[in-house]
């Protein structure tokens, strides 16, 4: 259960701790923003938001002085997580431009496939669908190119979402079981494909499910992904 996950987050975020120390007292900066920024993650998955953000702001400020421009990135994408995860979600956003920004001219287009579908996620919890509709689309063509299929999985969720939002059920249904019982699907990705894909089929009848189902079964992903890039 979730007393296990914290358990382990905790574990991690303390582990680090004294690693952190450690490069410190080396002073090697680049070894210490990313131990910072690795600390921020368990911080993170432990829901101490506080302790997330200082690791980072630490490691934005190292990475800046370094001038480590992959870290400096990497520093901000963290730091927009840290807002996202506490529903600050236009804060979120201007974090992910930042990081964008340097992941585009760094030409590195798995970390921005990766950026646009979480940007994706805050602009759809701000309301603008459309816009995130977008920006789940480029993240899943450019995560088809990297062959980032974590990533596009979470921007498949995405885009059943905003069909669900817009009552175009059973096409939502339909990209959501792709996802499903996809091997590349992050767990609490998921999880909340699972708990849409109920609610859909509480909406719809037994045929449209099964009809579904058989669209799923049919067509490969790459043919999907073409039909939903077009």
Request: net charge neutral.
């Amino acid at each position: 259960g979730i007393n296990l996950m914290t358990g382990t987050a905790n574990d991690i975020h303390k582990q680090f701790q004294p690693a952190v120390e450690a490069w410190r007292k080396t002073g090697d900066q680049r070894f210490t923003a990313f131990g910072l920024t690795s600390l921020s993650l368990g911080a993170m998955a432990a829901r101490k938001y506080d302790d997330a953000y200082a690791a980072l702001e630490e490691s934005l400020a190292i990475n800046s002085s370094i001038g480590d421009r992959t870290g400096l990135a990497n520093s901000y994408r963290g730091l927009g997580l840290v807002e996202q995860a506490q529903g600050k979600h236009a804060e979120a956003l201007g974090l992910f431009r930042s990081s964008l920004q340097i992941f585009t001219e760094l030409g590195a287009r798995w970390d921005m496939a990766r950026l646009l579908s979480e940007m994706g996620q805050s602009t759809f919890a701000l309301g603008n669908d459309s816009e995130a509709k977008h920006l789940w689309h480029e993240s899943l063509r450019l995560s088809m190119e990297t062959h980032g299929m974590i990533t596009a999985m979470e921007a498949i969720v995405g885009i059943a979402s905003a069909h669900a939002k817009h009552t175009d059920n059973q096409y939502a249904l339909q990209l959501l079981l792709i996802c499903i019982d996809h091997p590349a699907i992050m767990q609490e990705t998921r999880v909340r494909a699972e708990k849409m894909a109920t609610e859909l089929k509480g909406k719809l009848t037994s045929k449209e499910i099964k009809s579904a189902k058989i669209f799923t079964k049919d067509n490969p992903l790459e043919a999907i992904v073409k039909e939903i890039l077009k």
